[in-house]
């Protein structure tokens, strides 16, 4: 807004909750629709972009989400969905294909939380996993929500788990993590981006030491993002997980609707797919016919203790 807005017209923020929940994602889009909404950036979850993003379609509302990875939400040929993220038959390759080369001999558990993310990317995981040779020892479903995992880990035991595939969010995963530990199971957990959240040391303790994921190289430390980095630390903001993202998604909008000399949003996204490579914190973005980032990449990230004392995810 401070430099000028998009096409000299100045941005009005309108801010909806979806709670992480499908049925709630969908209320917010229909009011967003009532209000006036042009674009949304979100949302979060895949479970709820993509039940959102018909609501958008039929409404004319551009919607780029930072973080809902799971394949369906740009494979269904809507005109109005992208991401500035990658997806999970990308993550899930990195994953499986890590667990191929480093754990074997393994007795591996795959456990998701029945979300179109968590287990989309778990079962991506395990097909991946599967091509190179290994087979899991169990295969089992939670429930979001859930707080006690007992049964989960006593099957864990029984089965000889060393190592844990999990899809779903940081707030189980820290969850499983300590009631494992507690319990004597000395597995490691593996994870993809849905725990990529310091909120994941916070509820399992000193037991996520160890504790692996995957996740796009850590966009803080792109030289494209040294300054906004600096500005949100200033104000006592730390840019973790997705928030680049969601930032990348603004600049790609603003750019795409410059490019096509209107702020009608199916010129936008036209423009999105056209008239890329787009200059973002996250590097150049440029998107295929679908809305996908067509530069996507994971690598594998572990918790660590930090200087200060905290842990935390540290490229490996």
């Known amino acids: 807004n401070a430099a000028g807005g998009i096409n000299g017209e100045q941005i009005k923020l309108v801010i909806g909750d979806d709670v992480s929940d499908p049925k709630q994602g969908v209320s917010v889009a229909n009011k967003f629709a009532a209000d006036g909404v042009k674009v949304v950036i979100g949302h979060f979850n895949s479970g709820v972009s993509i039940p959102a993003s018909e609501v958008y379609a039929e409404n004319g509302i551009l919607e780029i989400s930072p973080a809902a990875t799971n394949p369906v939400f740009t494979d269904r040929g809507l005109w109005n969905t992208f991401r500035t993220c990658g997806r999970d038959d990308q993550q899930g390759d990195v994953a499986g294909k890590y667990i191929v080369d480093n754990y074997k001999d393994a007795k591996v558990a795959v456990i998701h939380d029945k979300t179109p993310y968590g287990q989309g990317l778990a079962d991506l995981t395990k097909a991946a996993m599967n091509a190179g040779g290994v087979t899991e020892v169990m295969y089992e479903g939670i429930n979001a929500g859930d707080k006690d995992f007992s049964a989960l880990i006593a099957k864990m035991k029984e089965a000889g788990v060393s190592l844990v595939y999990y899809g779903g969010l940081h707030t189980e995963a820290g969850l499983i993590i300590r009631q494992m530990a507690d319990q004597g199971v000395t597995a490691e957990l593996m994870s993809g981006d849905g725990i990529v959240s310091n909120e994941l040391a916070s509820i399992a303790g000193d037991a996520v030491e160890g504790t692996l994921n995957t996740f796009p ?91 200060d004392g905290k842990f935390t995810y540290v490229q490996k």
């Not at 036209?270 to 490579?277: C, Q, S, T």
């Open 217 to 307: 190289p850590d966009p803080r430390l792109k030289p494209e993002a040294t300054k906004l980095v600096e500005e949100f630390r200033a104000s006592g903001f730390e840019p973790e997980a997705y928030t680049m993202y969601a930032y990348a998604a603004m600049q790609v909008l603003t750019d795409a609707a410059k490019a096509a000399g209107s702020n009608d949003t199916m010129a936008i996204a036209e423009a999105l797919k056209a008239k890329g490579p787009f200059k973002t914190v996250l590097g150049e973005l440029s998107f295929d016919a679908k809305g996908d980032v067509t530069r996507p990449d994971y690598v594998m990230y572990e918790w660590k203790k930090g200087d």
